[in-house]
Every structure is written in structure tokens, then in C-alpha cells.
């Protein structure tokens, strides 16, 4: 995949795991960071703990399904750390 499709997916990828698991703080750079960065783990883990084939590309459900679990669990590891740093 070329930088511009990586972006593209980010970009979606992190919205929809923003809106599906966040009250607010919907930033377009953000979502994005954690959109691309989530798409990094996901495939990852469809890759390497899964055992998975993943064909990386803007028209593949596999690619589209990791990269939203990679940014929820992005999000999820965020949120845990930022509650243990309050207590």
C-alpha cells in the first residue's frame, strides 16, 4: 500500500474506533495517528498471533476488520493507562 492509502485508512479506521469507543475528543490528526498505528497492530496480530493471511489493501475486509480492532485496542490500552495513572 502506498503512504496516501495508509493515511485514507487511518484516517477511517480511527474515526470508527473513536466513535464506537470514546465520548469525545474526535481530532482529525488524532484519529488518524490512531488510526494508522491501530492498523500496524491489528495486522500484526491477524499476522503473527492468529496465524492469519491478510492481503494489505484499501479493498480487502480482512485489512478494514484488523485495522478497526488494532485502534480499539489502541484505545483500550490508552484508557486502562490513563485510569492507573489517576489512582
Given at each position: 500500500m502506498s503512504w496516501m492509502e495508509w493515511i485514507v485508512l487511518g484516517l477511517v479506521s480511527?474515526?470508527?474506533?473513536?466513535?464506537?469507543?470514546?465520548?469525545g475528543e474526535r481530532g482529525l490528526i488524532g484519529s488518524t495517528l490512531i488510526g494508522i498505528t491501530g492498523s500496524y497492530i491489528g495486522i500484526w496480530i491477524v499476522l503473527h498471533w492468529m496465524h492469519?493471511?491478510?492481503?494489505?489493501?484499501?479493498?480487502?475486509?480482512?485489512?478494514?476488520?484488523?485495522?478497526?480492532g488494532g485502534a480499539m485496542v489502541l484505545l483500550i490500552?490508552?484508557?486502562?493507562l490513563r485510569f492507573l495513572a489517576r489512582r
Open positions: 480511527g474515526t470508527l474506533a473513536r466513535m464506537a469507543m470514546s465520548r492469519g493471511t491478510v492481503r494489505v489493501g484499501l479493498l480487502d475486509v480482512t485489512t478494514w476488520v484488523s485495522a478497526i490500552g490508552y484508557r486502562v
